[in-house]
């Protein structure tokens, strides 16, 4: 197997399947810019020695004159689409004009021209930080055909040319995926991207007058889950200077990107963490792209793509096969732990996804949580770690400091993958009907009282067939939960519950039967909450008002039938709790199934999610239908009884053909 090696470099083989030029990892990195893009990013706008007049670009007071750019761009005579090479040779000259009159500005004069055009990004002030030093990507500016309306399509076109076409500049894509180092970026463009911004903001308040509309920013997205994301202790300021001793040897980081990754730690060290975690993030894919690379016997797939082909970025690296169905040999290295996590950060549906929110500007960098930037960075740090062959390495991971950071990567187990949310699911709803017990009840002796009330039977047909079903689902218990008395006690309780959930089950790369199943399973735990919250609601209204004695006649005798079910409604929504718990702890055995015996699986637990739905309906405020609830429950538990008396003999009988 290929082995990283310090300063960025591999021992590989030859790629076999990968297009292009012929580098192998065992040269030093230098550049993750394929020939034709670094001619293009690096060398096409010098090419051409022409100077402009700065007045003909912007106006005293910062009015940016569209038409001087777009006279610049060009097109091909044959279908009249954008000539990207020759665009870019007439637009350097620009640029360098540009750059020099805003190195020209203090930052009193950059922001008394300008300050007001960047309004419209509504972050301001990040476009004053940045000046005339730091570049800043336009995000997805060319999504919205509607934009083309409000700027014109030479304004698009101009776009498309800096950071929209994989055929231009693509200034966006190749840093935010990690490709570029700080020295490749021509200091030019950057400037010219704040022009384009501040221009564009003087077209959109150009055009909302005269159409006579307001701008609208989209809420941003706010971090709920916080308390979820807390994995790794904070890192302490000797963590930090650690780390970047770390990031100087470290096999994961070329030398050409070491400024990004500086950049990143001292962001953190200053408290701007939105600006911490969009340095890393490039970088952390950066230096995956290279072990990616490395590991799968493909060098070139650490270079940009050309435009004709995809680039290499954490969606294909993340996968279980690469485009030759090949197995991606990635997964493996990382482990299993590294990969749930960066499929929790970014990925998985009810995760942060860090990487999408920010580079879609939907978060605000100004409030971009600590929690976040801090279990991000100590990820890498750990990732910093494991991949070199540097002896001094050796202190690094066992210092007081980073040991701990190692210890957490290596038991991390998902927390927004559905089988995750679900065992949170089940839990949280079993918590709420462990609580009924201490609801408020009517003593018995005012029950009494009432005059011509039918006593209804101690006991229900429903606690029997829960009983049967109990015995039989013992035998699918791990042999160390296994129970051998008063299973509806024991068997139901919040205690082997907890203590099922924390099974560990496989998260990675789960077929579409196993996720389909899951989405079942999900519902049907959602519906027993929301029985289990209109008992809660329900059984503490009707006691106030029985007390208050505000209850008619017929409203006291349904409330007396309400605490009669829900008596016998508890252990049957345990059960239900218990058995989606069971299941799913076998959930990768659904994949043998025959596709018959899959589709009777999934009718068996649709008809319980059509129960549930059905007793969500039943027990609520306006329906109040207590005794056709415990009718509906009791032919949901003949139909588990059922399928839980087949599942039984064919275990059965799967152990004697082992015997035999």
Not at 144 to 160: D, H, I, K, W, Y
Not at 409 to 415: L, P
């Amino acid at each position: 197997m290929a082995q990283l090696q310090p300063g960025g470099t591999a021992v590989a083989p030859p790629a076999t399947d990968a297009p292009g030029s012929a580098m192998s990892l065992a040269d030093p990195v230098t550049t993750c810019l394929s020939p034709a893009v670094h001619y293009m990013v690096c060398k096409l706008g010098f090419e051409i020695e022409d100077s402009h007049s700065v007045n003909s670009i912007v106006s005293e007071n910062g009015e940016v004159c569209w038409r001087t750019i777009t006279e610049l761009v060009h097109y091909r005579e044959s279908d009249q689409n954008v000539d990207y090479i020759k665009s870019v040779q007439l637009l350097g000259p620009l640029c360098e004009s540009v750059h020099l009159h805003l190195q020209s500005l203090t930052m009193e004069q950059f922001e008394v021209q300008y300050s007001l055009w960047f309004q419209w990004t509504n972050c301001t002030e990040v476009f004053l930080l940045i000046g005339k030093d730091s570049p800043f990507l336009l995000r997805d500016l060319l999504a919205s055909q509607e934009l083309a309306a409000v700027f014109g399509q030479s304004v698009m076109n101009v776009l498309r040319v800096f950071i929209g076409s994989p055929y231009g500049l693509n200034l966006r894509n190749i840093l935010w995926h990690g490709f570029a180092s700080p020295q490749e970026i021509p200091a030019k463009y950057c400037s010219m991207l704040l022009i384009l911004t501040a221009g564009l903001g003087q077209l959109l308040k150009i055009y909302l007058l005269q159409t006579e509309t307001i701008l609208v920013h989209r809420p941003y997205i706010a971090f709920t889950n916080l308390k979820e994301l807390d994995i790794f202790p904070d890192i302490n300021h000797e963590a930090l200077s650690l780390t970047e001793e770390l990031a100087k040897i470290s096999s994961f980081v070329l030398k050409t990107v070491l400024p990004f990754w500086v950049a990143a730690l001292t962001a953190f060290r200053q408290h701007r963490y939105a600006d911490c975690v969009i340095l890393l993030l490039p970088q952390l894919e950066t230096g995956l792209r290279l072990l990616f690379a490395t590991v799968n016997k493909c060098p070139n797939r650490l270079l940009t793509a050309e435009s004709s082909s995809l680039y290499t970025t954490f969606d294909e690296m993340l996968t279980k096969q690469l485009n030759d169905k090949e197995i991606n040999q990635l997964p493996l290295i990382l482990g299993e732990p590294s990969m749930e996590f960066l499929w929790d950060f970014l990925n998985h549906q009810e995760g942060p996804r860090v990487r999408d929110h920010l580079s879609h500007g939907e978060i605000n960098l100004h409030e971009f949580p600590r929690e976040i930037a801090n279990q991000i960075l100590a990820f890498s740090v750990t990732l910093l770690c494991r991949f070199s062959e540097v002896e001094e390495l050796t202190a690094f991971k066992e210092h007081t400091a980073i040991k701990p950071l190692i210890s957490c990567a290596n038991c991390y187990r998902s927390r927004f993958h559905p089988i995750a949310r679900l065992k949170k699911q089940v839990l949280k709803c079993m918590k709420s009907i462990s609580s009924w017990p201490e609801l408020p009840i009517v003593p018995e002796e005012q029950i009494q009282e009432i005059p011509g009330l039918e006593r209804s039977a101690e006991t229900s047909p429903c606690i029997s067939v829960t009983t049967e079903i109990l015995s039989q689902l013992q035998h699918h218990l791990p042999q160390n939960c296994y129970i051998l008395d008063d299973l509806m006690n024991n068997l139901l309780s919040e205690k082997l519950l907890v203590e099922l959930c924390s099974t560990h089950i496989c998260t990675l790369y789960c077929p579409r039967s196993v996720l389909e199943i899951l989405v079942v399973f999900r519902k049907i735990s959602t519906q027993c909450h929301q029985v289990s919250d209109q008992v809660i609601a329900s059984t503490e209204m009707r006691y106030t008002q029985w007390i208050n004695k505000i209850l008619r006649s017929r409203q006291r005798h349904n409330y007396l039938r309400m605490l009669h079910s829900i008596k016998f409604l508890s252990p049957v929504l345990r059960l239900i709790l218990m058995l989606i718990i069971l299941e799913l702890i076998n959930i990768h055995t659904i994949c043998e199934k025959n596709p018959c015996d899959y589709q009777q699986y999934i009718k068996f637990l649709k008809s319980i999610l059509q129960y549930t739905e059905n007793l969500v309906t039943y027990t609520s405020p306006e329906k109040n239908k207590w005794d056709e609830s415990m009718e509906l429950t009791h032919k949901a538990l003949i139909k588990i009884r059922t399928f839980s008396e087949r599942k039984l003999t064919l275990m059965q009988l799967a152990t004697q053909v082992k015997l035999s």
